[in-house]
């Protein structure tokens, strides 16, 4: 690892400031992404914030009905959250789906949409990666795929995002609060927090050099059946080759997202209308502008077949 | 063809060679690595103060140094076991403030003033934690070196689910948790035992959470 400063910071604002006053630092909250990362000198911060005792370990109801998340509440508490489990049930499902118990007490909920993605060859400092070096070139196109990305990706990247609870809270609408270096504080659908990764996979969200996430605010609950689906090659702490999160209303109609697919977590709202026509209809919907690999096209066939299961179970069995 | 014509490579000679790899390509690197140290000549260090298993310990640091190795090299308890060191085996697993962590993937440096609980803090040879007695009884290990990981990893599953926390196998979101079975093999997933001593492990769980 390479060798760093360390200070902690007080307030939100003072830790975006010095975000922003110091060359190459990074914050660094639960850490259980970032020092993996640094021990493989993946990431090679000089400067580490240490947001951790901001505070922020809330959740609390917003006046419209919904919830508003401080950044710092781990993983397990927020999935155990009363008001999670009962309106919303779908982000329960998706952060108990995933890592392992030890993670998830550690993990924050910003860090988790920040979480970088696990190609082979990004964590392989031997191959080129153009997220780890821009310009380098891709190893993973023409390399082992299975695991990557069908839909979203590039010419320089076919990385995924590999996170659950983020594809839970992209069919929940949530938004993303942030604070910038000058103080300045902006909302940021979800929906517009990851990036495509287009020919610059290096930068891989909407955030600024310096800006800190502060809270993640759930719209209003929306009722219906709340499912998250996930496959993978274990029956727990893997990542997903294909994740399915699905809210499910009475009359067919709902919302739907794909994880382990794309760069971000997958929803088209044009997907979402082809519900009551099934999962054919709607993977072929979501998935029409897809290019696999020879060794992941497995995963359309995975998503449909895994959405179907979620269809055609009785309203009865509630999975949420 | 007989295995020694396919490998005519002694393992003696495979050592030898590898080291010769490993100094060749350490050439171009060497002097990349006296540019860092002589940019930072001497690594930042922080002072932190930890309670473990009970005891203020004061401690001058490297910032790099996890709160696994502080524990480990600084303060002497080599009860908790270095796997992986990449959050993946749960062979490093302590308490801190009451919650399981990987001990590897945190920053010693970033526990100031937090209470640490070890395997050493758990039990003691004359004092066994029941958790401690229940894997000995039930035979939760084989070479045991996962076996502070697991123990303490187990402990806090019980804790977890006295507390209500759901699992990826919990049925009813909104009901009591249960100790079952199959909610405890869930919520074991990050502790890995390469001796395979998971069913004994589970069982002695369970003899500790019927009490």
């Known amino acids: 690892m390479q060798s760093f400063t360390y200070e902690r910071a007080q307030t939100p604002a003072e830790a975006a400031k010095a975000a922003a006053e110091r060359e190459n630092a990074k914050f660094i909250a639960g850490g259980t992404n970032l020092l993996d990362l640094m021990k493989l000198e993946i990431e090679r911060p000089t400067h580490l ?6 505070g922020l370990k809330e959740i609390e ?40 118990g030890q993670l998830r007490n550690k993990a924050t909920t910003g860090g988790n949409l920040l979480q970088r993605t696990r190609c082979p060859y990004f ?46 809270m992209r069919v929940l609408d949530a938004v993303v609060e942030t604070i910038a270096p000058d103080g300045t504080e902006r909302r940021i659908p979800i929906a517009d927090f990851h990036r495509l990764w287009g020919d610059t996979p290096h930068i891989e969200n909407a955030l600024q050099p310096g800006e800190l996430i502060t809270h993640v605010t759930l719209p209003r609950p929306i009722g219906g059946r709340h499912v998250y689906r996930k496959v993978r090659d274990r029956a727990s702490y893997a990542f997903a080759l294909v994740s399915v999160a699905a809210v499910l209303q009475p009359d067919g109609r709902g919302r739907v997202a794909f994880g382990g697919v794309a760069p971000k ?17 709607v ?38 | ?5 396919r490998f005519p490579v002694s393992r003696r000679g495979v050592i030898a060679g590898g080291t010769a790899s490993v100094a060749a390509a350490n050439l171009p690197w060497s002097d990349v690595k006296a540019q860092q140290v002589e940019r930072s000549v001497e690594p930042p260090s922080v002072s932190v103060s930890l309670n473990i298993n009970g005891e203020e310990r004061d401690l001058e640091l490297d910032t790099r140094v996890t709160l696994l190795d502080a524990l480990r090299e600084h303060v002497g308890l080599t009860g908790t076991k270095k796997g992986c060191d990449h959050g993946q085996c749960g062979a490093c697993t302590v308490m801190v403030n009451g919650e399981r962590v990987n001990s590897c993937l945190s920053l010693a440096v970033m526990h100031e003033g937090d209470e640490i609980t070890t395997i050493e803090g758990l039990g003691t040879p004359d004092a066994l934690h029941p958790m401690q007695a229940a894997f000995v009884k039930h035979d939760g290990y084989q070479c045991g070196y996962c076996t502070p990981g697991q123990i303490c990893s187990a402990v806090a599953v019980l804790q977890e689910i006295e507390r209500g926390i759901p699992s990826h196998v919990t049925d009813d979101l ?8 199959m909610e405890m093999r869930e919520r074991m997933s990050g502790n890995i035992c390469r001796c395979g001593a998971y069913s004994n492990i589970a069982e002695a769980m369970a003899d500790v959470a019927e009490g």
């Open chain 2, 174 to 181: 909104l009901a009591d948790m249960q100790p079952t079975n």
């Open chain 1, 283 to 320: 993977v072929g919907r979501a998935f029409a502008d897809a290019r696999p690999t020879e060794h992941n096209r497995f995963k359309i066939a995975l998503a449909q077949r895994a959405l179907a299961g979620i269809l055609s179970d009785a309203p009865a069995q509630q999975e949420g």
């Open chain 1, 265 to 281: 977590p997958w929803r088209m709202p044009e997907a979402d209308a082809e519900l009551p026509r099934g999962a054919k209809a």
């Open chain 1, 61 to 100: 109801d917003t006046s419209d009905g919904g919830l508003r998340i401080g950044t710092l509440v781990s993983n397990t508490a927020l999935s155990a959250h009363p008001r999670v489990r009962r309106d919303y049930a779908v982000l329960t499902r998706a952060i108990q789906a995933g890592a392992s």
């Open chain 1, 49 to 54: 914030i240490d947001v951790g005792r901001l």
């Open chain 2, 1 to 5: 063809m007989s295995e020694a014509r």
């Open chain 1, 123 to 168: 964590y392989d400092t031997n191959m080129p990666c153009n997220k780890r070096q821009p310009g380098a070139g891709c190893a993973a196109q023409g390399g082992y795929s299975r695991q990557l990305g069908v839909v979203g990706v590039s010419d320089s990247c076919i990385a995924t995002y590999p996170g659950d609870m983020a594809v839970a």
